[in-house]
């Protein structure tokens, strides 16, 4: 998810920090031993400003929220009701197996179309998927299948990405020919450039804003408080 500005997202009052936000602070990848910083900086920016924007924010609609609630209670129903003969532990083992062929490390088109055929499959045995344990009671098959349900969209985001990324990224390399560069992007930074080659790290918060110019949108740096 990418934050449009302190961290909120083009959704008003969704916020994005840390592994699952976009805002280049370390690059087209992340540093373990810095996830704690990230986090700390941006967590509390984040914080602050959803502070604000329930501040803001008014009545929530109840007609809404319980329609919401009335449909999720009846998916889980039918799950419960399901009737079929598939296991949802096999599918879930089927699925790993073929994502780690598919979509591991090294990549090829042909690997990748198979894995997204055999998750097109998964998919339709997940409608078969029978649920053995009827209690209402910390019941791990219920809690297994919809999580399931949840990887396996996931899983297909992940092929079918992976397949129309025509380029080797990160850790992740395509073996075809044509695919094996990773293409060079200018990825913000929070530093400037001065004389003579030298670089200057400034000290304090840095804050990513959008702007929006003729050439398209670009994102700048721009550090917050003195200095």
């Not at 914080?47 to 924010?57: D, H, I, L, S, Y």
Request: net charge positive; glycine share 10%; with cysteine.
């Amino acid at each position: 998810m990418k934050p449009i500005q302190q961290c909120e997202t083009r959704i008003k009052g969704l916020f994005a920090v840390g592994e699952c936000s976009s805002v280049g602070l370390h690059g087209a990848n992340r540093l373990g031993s810095n996830s704690l910083a990230e986090l700390v900086v941006f967590g509390r920016l984040a914080g602050e400003q959803a502070m604000q924007r329930a501040a803001q924010a008014g009545e929530a609609n109840g007609a809404a929220l319980d329609a919401q609630a009335a449909d999720v209670e009846q998916r889980l129903k039918d799950l419960v009701n399901q009737e079929g003969n598939e296991n949802w532990a096999k599918i879930r083992d089927e699925m790993g197996l073929s994502m780690e062929e598919g979509c591991g490390i090294y990549r090829t088109p042909e690997l990748m179309q198979k894995t997204i055929d055999k998750l097109a499959e998964l998919q339709e045995r997940f409608k078969r998927v029978r649920i053995t344990d009827n209690s209402s009671v910390f019941n791990t098959d219920l809690l297994y299948t919809i999580e399931l349900g949840h990887g396996l969209n996931v899983a297909e985001c992940m092929a079918h990405s992976a397949i129309a990324r025509k380029e080797s990224r990160g850790a992740h390399q395509r073996l075809d020919e044509g695919c094996t560069e990773t293409r060079r992007r200018q990825l913000p930074q929070a530093h400037s450039r001065l004389p003579r080659g030298r670089w200057h790290y400034p000290s304090g918060i840095w804050r990513c804003e959008d702007h929006h110019a003729a050439a398209g949108k670009t994102c700048l740096w721009r550090r917050s408080g003195r200095g």
